[in-house]
């Protein structure tokens, strides 16, 4: 037996899958796996069913998932079958710094059994709401290969991906998230309905402190990360992040800054109603990142150093993670990492997963990808449907 690492510098338990079982899972009828926990990587051929044993991690943490799908497109489903008959279910036993947890989650049919995007979860065999429950008790953090054009891309990809970070350090991010959208939709509902003045004096009040708690949260997040930029091995290039846009430049701090929000709000009634949508707010925040050793915006950057920025980001998120007073280090999901990487840059990536004490998954169509992992990991390939230790 090799030794487990296992723990986060901080000496906290990291965030470590030890089981996993899935039912009617994507291209996985049925599956179930024991893993250490050291990091894990999966290899095999194209289509082999890597991706979707990643997906199912990912949901054990609140929203859609690593692929961004829609809850029910998970469930298994047949060639030429257009609807799923049978909801799909993750189960896990994840290990973290507050102990050991059974999680549950999948579909939830309606009475009538049809499936839709209502998603139940169980943490220790009880009822849990869905999206705070599993926050609290699980930290995720992925990068998948559909984030490449992340920085080239419209803004909306780069909020989802800070509000993910922010959502690993903070599991009650979503739940502001949600506030503010809610509120945000309803303004534009009264806007448009013509309603009473007093109705929107009333949603705008939620919708400013949401919003400045949604902003706040954000900011955090940028200057934990700021403080952890700096890699450890030098082979990721350092990332100067700020978060832009018209409200974050002009917004200001404290009980101001929503007083101020909700005056701009009353102000903004017409022109928000005539554009159809609500043009001032965070919902309208960037996340800019400077490439630090060329000087250049990220979008300006080869597509081999925009991939090497965000990995330095996601090292950065995990080891500030770790270093948080109750915190310890996420589960990475790193999908198809090792294929764009040269050999010593795949070699200061498992060095900076060993040093933070994650359970990073990855994966690879070739083992041989893994080989500088040696005995820090475990690997498994996967193979019809099953996966086999290596
Ligand atoms: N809802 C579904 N029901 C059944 N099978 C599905 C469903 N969704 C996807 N699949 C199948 O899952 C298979 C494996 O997908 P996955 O993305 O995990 O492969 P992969 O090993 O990551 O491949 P690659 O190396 O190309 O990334 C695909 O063949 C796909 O058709
Ligand atoms: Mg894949």
């Keep these: 037996m090799f030794a487990v690492p296992a723990s986060s510098p901080s000496g906290r338990q990291a965030y470590a899958v030890r089981r996993l079982a899935l039912t009617a899972f994507r291209s996985y009828p049925a599956l179930t796996l024991e893993t250490d926990a050291r990091p894990v990587?999966?290899?095999g051929e194209n289509g082999a069913g890597k991706t979707n044993i990643l997906e199912a991690i990912s949901l054990l943490s609140p929203?859609?998932?690593?692929?961004?799908a829609a809850l029910v497109e998970s469930a298994r489903r047949m060639p030429g079958e257009a609807e799923p008959k049978t909801p799909w279910a993750v189960a896990a036993r994840v290990e973290g710094p507050d102990g050991s947890f059974d999680i549950g989650t999948g579909l939830q049919p309606q009475p009538d059994g049809r499936l839709t995007e209502k998603r139940a979860a169980h943490i220790n065999g009880a009822p849990a709401p869905a999206s705070a429950a599993l926050g609290e008790t699980c930290r995720v953090v992925w990068l998948t290969p559909a984030m490449d054009r992340l920085f080239l891309e419209s803004p909306g990809g780069r909020r989802r991906f800070l509000d993910r970070l922010t959502l690993a350090f903070e599991p009650g991010h979503g739940r502001v998230a949600s506030a503010y959208e809610r509120a945000t939709r309803e303004r534009m509902k009264l806007l448009k309905d013509g309603g009473e003045a007093t109705w929107l004096t009333a949603?705008?009040?939620?919708?400013?402190?949401?919003?400045?708690?949604?902003?706040?949260?954000?900011?955090?997040?940028?200057?934990?990360?700021?403080?952890?930029?700096?890699?450890?091995?030098?082979?990721?290039?350092?990332?100067?992040?700020?978060?832009?846009?018209?409200?974050?430049?002009?917004r200001m701090p404290g009980d101001e800054g929503e007083a101020r929000f909700r005056e701009m709000l009353a102000r903004r009634r017409r022109a928000d109603a005539e554009a159809g949508r609500s043009l001032y707010g965070p919902h309208t925040a960037d996340l800019a990142v400077t490439h630090l050793?060329?000087?250049?915006?990220?979008?300006?950057c080869s597509t081999g150093e925009q991939k090497a920025l965000l990995i330095g980001l996601v090292l950065a998120a995990a080891r500030a993670q770790a270093?948080?007073?109750?915190?310890?280090?996420?589960l990475l999901l790193l999908d198809e990492i090792a294929a764009h990487l040269d050999a010593v840059r795949r070699a200061a990536l498992f060095d900076e997963i060993a040093a933070i004490?994650?359970?990073?998954?990855?994966?690879?169509?070739?083992?041989?990808?893994?080989?500088?992992?040696?005995?820090?990991?475990?690997?498994?390939?996967v193979t019809n449907g099953a996966l086999n230790p290596i």
């Design 357 to 381: 004490g994650a359970q990073a998954w990855m994966t690879g169509t070739d083992s041989s990808l893994f080989a500088e992992m040696g005995p820090r990991g475990q690997g498994f390939y």
């Design 63 to 68: 929203g859609r998932g690593l692929r961004g």
């Design 203 to 250: 949603i705008e009040a939620q919708m400013a402190a949401s919003g400045v708690a949604l902003a706040n949260a954000r900011a955090r997040t940028a200057e934990r990360l700021k403080a952890d930029l700096a890699p450890l091995t030098g082979a990721f290039p350092q990332g100067l992040i700020a978060i832009t846009g018209s409200f974050e430049e002009t």
């Design 293 to 300: 050793g060329r000087g250049r915006p990220a979008a300006e």
């Design 323 to 330: 270093r948080e007073p109750a915190g310890a280090a996420p």
């Design 41 to 43: 990587w999966l290899a």
